[in-house]
């Protein structure tokens, strides 16, 4: 079982918005930065999200994140079938650990 | 560029070790806190371990604490992970990952190296 939970599964057609939670508590994600991850099949996680709503260079705008208490989420619009993927939030505990959510698959129907 | 490249899995029987390398560069390896994070197969991303740009700070995900140890040679931009008392549970992609700061998460990641417990 996950610190961090997210949903499980997701989905969209394209062109739509989705919207991909995590939730957390004080210690984690209430007082530290969040971050998002999307891995596709059989690759390493890619940063898509720094410090809570930070996009690195080379992330298209379509991705931005927000961060409300002790819950974040995550939205793309204009979904594209490349976006089809396994997404990840991330923080640090303030017992010093690193969290990890459980993941979410998005299927772009 | 950052480059992260693992290396030193395979295939080790229950109660077993390895020991896991990462070779870096493309940056200023001494001043960034580096990460192990690791994957089983067909399961999501866990944290295992950080430790600080001069060494001097360790952490560790409380399923491999007393068993797994990281270390890291600034003179050589090497990131070890030393695994002892393996279980089947520690079957996974071993993901190499540069963090920054400790209480940050990774940036930069490597392509990983597949450790596997079995008799």
């Known amino acids: 079982q996950s610190v961090l939970t997210q949903p499980p599964s997701a989905s969209g057609t394209p062109g739509q918005r989705v919207t991909i939670s995590c939730s957390g508590s004080?210690?984690?994600?209430?007082?530290?930065?969040v971050f998002w991850y999307q891995q596709l099949p059989g690759t390493a996680p890619k940063l898509l999200i720094s410090?809570?709503?930070q996009r690195p260079s080379g992330v298209p705008d379509r991705f931005s994140a927000s961060r409300s208490g002790t819950s974040a989420s995550l939205a793309i619009s204009g979904l594209r079938s490349e976006d089809e993927a396994d997404y990840y939030c991330?923080?640090?505990?303030?017992?010093?650990?690193?969290?990890f959510g459980g993941g979410t698959k998005l299927t772009v129907l | 560029e950052v480059q992260l490249l693992e290396s030193g899995g395979g295939l080790v029987h229950p109660g077993g070790s390895l020991r896991l390398s990462c070779a870096a560069a493309?940056?200023?390896?001494?001043?960034?806190?580096l990460s192990w994070v690791r994957q089983a197969p067909g399961k999501g991303l866990e944290w295992v371990s950080t430790?600080?740009?001069?060494?001097?700070?360790?952490y560790y995900a409380d399923s491999v604490k007393g068993r797994f140890t990281i270390s890291r040679d600034n003179a050589n931009n090497t990131l070890y992970l030393e695994m002892n008392s393996l279980r089947a549970e520690d079957t996974a992609v071993y993901y190499c990952?540069?963090?920054?700061?400790?209480?940050?998460?990774?940036?930069?990641w490597g392509q990983g190296t597949l450790v596997t417990v079995s008799s």
């Open positions: 430790i600080s740009g001069g060494g001097g700070g360790t």
């Open positions: 004080n210690s984690n994600i209430g007082n530290n930065f």
């Open positions: 990952a540069r963090t920054g700061e400790v209480w940050l998460q990774p940036d930069y």
């Open positions: 493309g940056f200023t390896f001494s001043r960034d806190a």
């Open positions: 410090r809570t709503n």
């Open positions: 991330a923080s640090w505990d303030d017992n010093l650990s690193a969290k």
